[in-house]
């Protein structure tokens, strides 16, 4: 079993996109709750290597950036823009400080909030984020989800992954992800919980209306395949979603 613990990421998460709840469930809820992005301009905050800044250039938005601190995960970005240019583009930068860029119409952040180990850290994402959208547009994303019980952390194995915590969960704590993907290669990443109530906070004074959470939604075509019932039933991950006003 090759191994990836605590050290460079980048090939392990990218592998992790064949684990089949990131195309039936993630992937699925994120462009059902994005509705229709034809002719939109697209920021992509925490964008990794870049797979969800070019799955939305597919779906007809007008322009698509992604933005992440590691500049490993941005050479990934950028060698697939070279190999198959659709017209993304890719900064190094920590979201948190990230400046003024221009007005988007909508902001994603798949999994970067919940990288935030104190409220401050977890403002300052969502300032970035805010800062960054024309009158109007919208913040959405993805978010270990924090409102689920401890008690479960343990039991999604079958799904190529399984979460560990502190047994009784405090703010800036770590929720430590394992993945084991389909190729046996097995990598770690380490979330922060924060209190649901820090989150509703951050939006709030980051100058958000209508945050919500958002169960994730399960592909129609899996809607009678047993094997998801205890993921939907127990949903690990969780959606966003916040306007500006």
């Known amino acids: 079993m090759k191994q990836a613990l605590n050290g460079d990421i980048t090939q ?22 994005a509705g229709d992005i034809t002719d939109l301009s697209v920021l992509d905050l925490g964008c990794g290597e870049g797979y969800y800044t070019r799955r939305i250039k597919q779906f007809m938005a007008a322009e698509t950036m992604g933005v992440d601190i590691s500049s490993r995960m941005i050479r990934q970005a950028e060698s697939a823009e070279r190999k198959n240019p659709i017209g993304c583009t890719y900064m190094i930068h920590d979201v948190a400080t990230l400046p ?5 119409d ?5 999994y970067l909030l919940n990288y935030a180990r104190t409220p401050k850290e977890l403002l300052d994402f969502c300032k970035a984020a805010h800062q960054q959208l024309e009158p109007n547009g ?7 989800n924090i409102t689920s019980d401890i008690s479960v952390y343990e039991t999604y194995h079958q799904y190529g ?4 915590s502190t047994p009784e969960r405090k703010e800036g704590d770590p929720i430590r992800y394992t993945f084991y993907n389909l190729d046996n290669t097995v990598f770690q990443c380490d979330n922060y919980y924060l209190h649901p109530e820090t989150y509703k906070t951050a939006f709030e004074e980051a100058g958000f209306v ?14 009678n395949n047993r094997y998801w019932d205890h993921f939907m039933s127990y949903p690990p991950i969780i959606a966003f979603t ?3 006003v």
Do not use: C, T
């Open 138 to 144: 919208r913040f959405i994303g993805f978010n270990d």
């Open 242 to 244: 916040a306007r500006k």
């Open 100 to 104: 003024f860029l221009k007005p988007f």
């Open 210 to 223: 209508d945050f919500q959470w958002i169960s994730p939604i399960l592909e129609p075509s899996q809607q």
């Open 12 to 33: 392990g998460y990218k592998d992790s996109r064949k684990l089949p709840f990131r195309k039936h469930v993630e992937e699925y809820s994120l462009f059902q709750i």
């Open 106 to 110: 909508l902001v994603v952040a798949m």
């Open 161 to 164: 992954f399984s979460k560990q």
